[in-house]
């Protein structure tokens, strides 16, 4: 208890934003209104394909008369053109998977702003609401995603193409990644909220996003320090929970962690957005 209290009282001290209630309000949600887990299972789908894959390709190469028990140096170089044969029917569906991954993803994401805000108004959950909000704006969502990934992405070439005409760039590469990181985690943070309740797109969307963030990369940096933390020890236990179980459940044990991925989802998705109100509120103030 000493330690929550000085680790409270820290957080309370060298941070303008609440965390702790962030954080409190990110599991009443959960414990008040369980059904805002709901939407998670929908990034359940492109995994269960994923699975579907890997046990069909699977099947396949053991039809095929190869099985990786037996499989050693003499003979896996005569393996490799017919596993290689056997993979290519399935890169249509992998692709498929990536696909419906990036969609479910963004739909799902795209759900939590719009409960967030209902939370944070004092209205009734309305789980429907929240899902015509998503399917309003995740398409929004997916394309200024695409547009800030690609935008950290040529950042990064910018920085790193120099090192192959001198290796004294490299310090310079270094001191811009820690730069790039330190800007798009927190905006990254924001691109969700104020695509679904502001309605803004690609640009428009990411220029907000800096706008919110430009004065709090040092809040929401300690909340991702102190979310990961939470998320550490949670995933411990449940690791340690399906360790213990392997033995009785085999590979049902996945269903577990499947579940778990559900509420940790959920519980970091609230806190970001509930960061994103706290900002809002201090800029009104």
Do not use: H
């Amino acid at each position: 208890m000493l330690y929550r209290k000085l680790f409270i009282y820290l957080l309370n001290k060298y941070t303008p934003m609440n965390i702790e209630r962030i954080i409190g309000s990110s599991f009443r949600m959960i414990k008040d209104s369980p059904r805002t887990v709901l939407p998670q299972f929908i990034n359940w789908v492109p995994i269960l394909l994923f699975f579907t894959i890997v046990l069909r390709f699977v099947k396949d190469l053991e039809a095929a008369g190869l099985d990786a028990t037996v499989l050693d140096e003499a003979t896996i170089e005569s393996a490799v053109p017919i596993i290689m044969g056997i993979a290519q029917q399935y890169i249509p569906l992998v692709f498929l998977a990536i696909g419906l991954m990036i969609f479910t993803s963004s739909f799902v994401r795209a759900c939590y702003p719009e409960l967030s805000r209902q939370y944070v108004n004092g209205k009734k959950i309305d789980l429907k609401r929240a899902l015509e909000s998503s399917r309003e704006r995740f398409l929004s969502l997916i394309a200024t995603n695409i547009v800030f990934g690609l935008g950290i992405f040529a950042l990064f070439v910018f920085l790193f193409a120099p090192i192959a005409i001198t290796p004294y760039f490299a310090i310079i590469s270094v001191i811009g990644t820690i730069l790039i990181i330190a800007y798009a985690v927190p905006l990254g943070m924001m691109i969700s909220p104020v695509v679904v309740l502001e309605k803004k797109s690609i640009v428009g969307a990411i220029k907000q996003s800096y706008a919110i963030i430009k004065n709090n990369k040092f809040n929401a940096w300690v909340l991702v320090i102190v979310i990961a933390i939470i998320l550490m020890a949670y995933n411990g236990i449940v690791s340690l929970l399906t360790s213990a179980l392997t033995g009785s459940l085999g590979m049902y044990t996945v269903i577990i962690d499947l579940i778990a991925a559900v509420f940790s989802g959920t519980f970091s998705l609230f806190a970001y957005n509930f960061f994103y109100f706290d900002i809002l509120k201090e800029k009104k103030k």
